[in-house]
């Protein structure tokens, strides 16, 4: 009786749910209509473009442009993108924007030929064109041609449309007055996407490109399919396939950007000429930047783009918001009120869209309202699940504080940078106290923690089994990598007072191999105490499902991968001298998290995050290139002594 109730209640919110789409698609069509142009560039290409005007002709409207390569469909005057109607881009029509869907060079409908990440020209002449100037071209077009604007312009767009309106924001245009880079690809070598700190994210660049980097031989309204793995198993169809030269030899020779990936394995001029930090100066229109801290895609371009923005730009209105959200998870994908496993007690997507997206537009575009309630950077801390509203990002109040890695598999939280080193030469001497203390004579205790790293049972980023990548690995349970011989764990007492991180983390390893290359994963990880569990109410995604054992939780805050060869430089690398203790020191994305009272903090180490990022061989070489034979077994070891104190240093914020 129970479950027929139950679906009752469920088939009524669906028709309810149906019914309001219905409603908005009826108010939809019978106030707007829709015009589709091919808007001309400077070098003579043309832009589909489709436009959603109001039929009130009595004021002017202003336009919200959002630049794609994923298509502008669906195609025809008489058929409304359904996007429109069913998120929250409904606040915008009913608030009388002009909505304009734009197919960008060379893809769907458009004109002329595609290019990812197209660098920018910074001084361009005649008919020298690049995504910037191809978003003047387009706002110029638009204020001049389309009916009751009133000549005030607006971009958005979530990932790779992130990217272009981060060009947009460079075009320099009079009429564009802000923009929102939401997701914004940003940096495909050293964070975003494809690479993290030079080590090849195989999984997602392998399912993005097999479809979408397939040439268009002319404009058309169709999609690309990818490659169709044979097997729901992700680990093991990339573990036989084994090499990128594999991958290579099934995506052919026809998809240029996959080419292009293997070509350029450091940070060369090539990559360099495709990271938007380097040209984000003068920037005249207001900035938002959006982005979520649980993104496995594009978290490291929303933190750093705003970063290099506010460097770069002394009189730019540019602000950040970060939530606890999965890719695009702000733009009516989620309520934002969990995932995964984890709760954040509120529907932090709403509060986003109705107290900050919606006025931020809104103030510049349509001169209504207020950006005064807008702080600087709004933050959303995990763990005390609120929102912060400061007055900078990084705040002001943050410092850095030691986190030692001892060989019991503990830590020691060093509270400041006097003490580092008498707390380092305490570590050797703790453990040689404990060694007595068990063994009732004395016993040398050995400077480091060793694993073996073997390519051929890399560790695996998730327990679960599945074909696609998931987007709750970013904050799924880690008990399955703690109990891995090749995965190191240090662990904190429980805490005795909350601690509250809001900033980067660094990596600061002291390494030898017994090979002369190797990949590092380190993991910041919140452990829950055995008796939690969750006494709010449950979100209703999750009512039917079975509830997740929460005690013992072991939380992924934030995890990155090091490419060791570029511990120095990614645009040089540099071989390991095998035994040699070396220093591996790198930079993890800013987390924004409080590690409650009661919890533990704990360090996962390893040398494998597969098929998340590529396989090393574990020898210096052009991985790209590397032959199937080439992957060899790495004894690795962690030092931890007063001499060589690997540890992690947390961006702490005072209270």
């Known amino acids: 009786m129970k479950k027929y109730f139950l679906l009752l209640c469920f088939s009524a919110l669906l028709v309810t749910g149906l019914r309001a789409q219905d409603n908005d698609l009826a108010w939809v069509k019978e106030n707007y209509y829709k015009v589709e142009k091919m808007v001309p560039m400077r070098d003579g290409m043309k832009l589909f473009t489709a436009f959603y005007i109001p039929k009130d002709s009595s004021v002017k409207h202003p336009i919200l442009m959002n630049r794609t390569p994923y298509s502008s469909s669906p195609y025809g005057v008489d058929k409304f993108n359904p996007r429109l109607y069913e998120s929250y881009w409904i606040n915008y029509l009913k608030a009388g924007y002009i909505i304009a869907i734009q197919d960008v060079r060379g893809k769907y409908m458009s004109e002329g030929e595609y290019v990812d990440v197209r660098p920018f020209i910074q001084n361009k002449k005649g008919k020298q064109?690049?995504?910037?100037?191809?978003?003047?071209?387009?706002?110029?077009?638009?204020?001049?041609?389309?009916?009751?604007?009133?000549?005030?312009?607006?971009?958005?767009?979530i990932s790779y449309p992130g990217f272009y309106a981060t060009m947009a924001a460079l075009s320099g245009h009079p009429a564009l007055k802000a923009v929102s880079p939401q997701a914004p690809v940003t940096d495909w070598f050293m964070g975003d996407d494809f690479h993290h700190n030079g080590a090849f994210m195989l999984m997602d660049g392998f399912n993005f490109y097999s479809g979408f980097g397939k040439p268009r031989p002319r404009p058309t309204t169709e999609n690309s399919r990818g490659y169709d793995i044979p097997s729901q198993d992700n680990y093991d169809f990339y573990l036989k396939t084994g090499a990128l030269k594999n991958f290579s030899k099934i995506m052919g020779d026809s998809i240029a950007f996959w080419t292009d990936l293997m070509e350029h394995g450091n940070y060369d001029d090539w990559w360099k000429a495709r990271n938007p930090r380097n040209f984000v100066t003068n920037i005249?229109?207001?900035?938002?930047?959006?982005?979520?801290?649980?993104?496995?895609?594009?978290?490291?371009?929303?933190?750093n783009l705003y970063k290099a923005i506010e460097t770069k730009n002394s009189n730019t209105d540019n602000r950040l918001v970060m939530g606890p959200w999965f890719h695009g998870g702000w733009g009516g994908r989620s309520e934002g009120d969990y995932l995964g496993n984890v709760r954040f007690e509120q529907k932090t997507s709403e509060y986003y869209q109705q107290e900050i997206?919606?006025?931020?537009?809104?103030?510049?575009?349509?001169?209504?309202?207020?950006?005064?309630?807008?702080?600087?950077?709004?933050?959303?801390f995990t763990g005390e699940n609120q929102w912060?509203?400061?007055?900078?990002w990084p705040a002001k109040n943050l410092q850095y504080k030691a986190l030692y890695l001892k060989p019991s598999g503990k830590t020691i939280l060093v509270t400041s940078a006097a003490d580092s080193v008498r707390q380092a030469m305490l570590i050797a001497l703790e453990d040689v106290k404990t060694a007595w203390k068990n063994s009732g004579s004395f016993k040398k205790?050995?400077?480091?923690?060793?694993?073996?790293?073997?390519?051929?049972?890399?560790?695996?980023?998730?327990?679960?089994?599945?074909?696609?990548?998931?987007?709750?690995?970013?904050?799924?349970?880690?008990?399955?990598?703690?109990?891995?011989?090749?995965?190191?764990?240090?662990?904190?007492?429980?805490?005795?007072?909350?601690?509250?991180?809001?900033?980067?983390?660094?990596?600061?390893?002291?390494?030898?191999?017994?090979t002369t290359d190797a990949d590092f994963v380190v993991k910041l990880i919140d452990v829950f105490p055995n008796n939690f569990w969750y006494n709010s109410k449950v979100p209703k995604d999750l009512e039917n499902k079975p509830a997740y054992p929460m005690g013992g939780y072991q939380m992924l805050v934030r995890g990155e991968i090091m490419r060791g060869k570029f511990r120095n430089s990614f645009s040089t690398p540099e071989t390991f001298i095998p035994n040699k203790v070396t220093e591996v020191k790198y930079t993890l994305p800013d987390v924004a998290h409080t590690f409650k009272k009661g919890h533990k903090l704990m360090i996962q180490i390893q040398s494998s995050w597969f098929p998340l990022a590529d396989r090393n061989p574990q020898q210096?070489?052009?991985?790209?290139?590397?032959?199937?034979?080439?992957?060899?077994k790495s004894t690795i070891r962690i030092y931890h002594d007063a001499e060589h104190a690997s540890k992690i240093f947390l961006p702490v914020l005072k209270n």
């Open 129 to 157: 064109f690049d995504e910037a100037s191809d978003t003047y071209d387009a706002i110029d077009w638009m204020i001049n041609n389309i009916p009751g604007n009133n000549k005030r312009v607006g971009v958005f767009g």
């Open 284 to 303: 005249q229109p207001a900035i938002l930047v959006v982005g979520g801290t649980f993104d496995a895609e594009d978290c490291f371009g929303a933190w």
């Open 357 to 380: 997206e919606i006025p931020f537009f809104n103030f510049y575009l349509k001169l209504a309202g207020t950006v005064s309630d807008i702080a600087e950077a709004t933050i959303f």
């Open 388 to 392: 912060r509203k400061l007055k900078e």
């Open 445 to 514: 205790t050995e400077p480091f923690t060793e694993y073996i790293s073997d390519p051929a049972h890399p560790v695996p980023y998730t327990e679960d089994v599945g074909l696609r990548r998931t987007r709750e690995y970013m904050i799924d349970d880690q008990r399955f990598a703690s109990r891995r011989p090749d995965v190191l764990t240090f662990s904190t007492e429980a805490l005795e007072e909350d601690l509250t991180l809001g900033g980067p983390v660094i990596a600061d390893l002291l390494v030898s191999l017994s």
């Open 620 to 632: 210096f070489m052009d991985i790209y290139k590397a032959n199937d034979e080439d992957f060899q």
